[in-house]
């Protein structure tokens, strides 16, 4: 996610779906907590504190999972020969080459 040069569409696809997973991510947030406080629900008390968390903790791992997919996509986005993994191969090559 440095300075390079990017392919405008892929990097633009590439955020579109990341903020469309940090919505539904916020969502599931949001249900989980409102189940987990007991409102606007008939369960025990400790199956929402259950259920509530998992909503909650599933919330966070596809949070992970949007971080890790819009690297990978941005990396993906980037113009051949403009990332820095190239530089380092192109230096180390010359090194071998001496």
Known sequence: MGGGNYDFRKRSRAYTAAALRAAVALYLIRLGWNILSNTNTS????????????????????????????????????????????????TQEGRDEK
């Open 43 to 90: 369960m025990e008390p400790l199956t929402a504190k259950l259920t509530g968390g998992a909503f909650i903790a599933a919330a966070l791992l596809f949070g992970i999972y949007i971080l890790r997919q819009l690297k990978r996509d941005l990396k993906d986005a980037e113009l051949p020969g403009n990332s820095e993994t190239s530089d380092i191969s192109q």
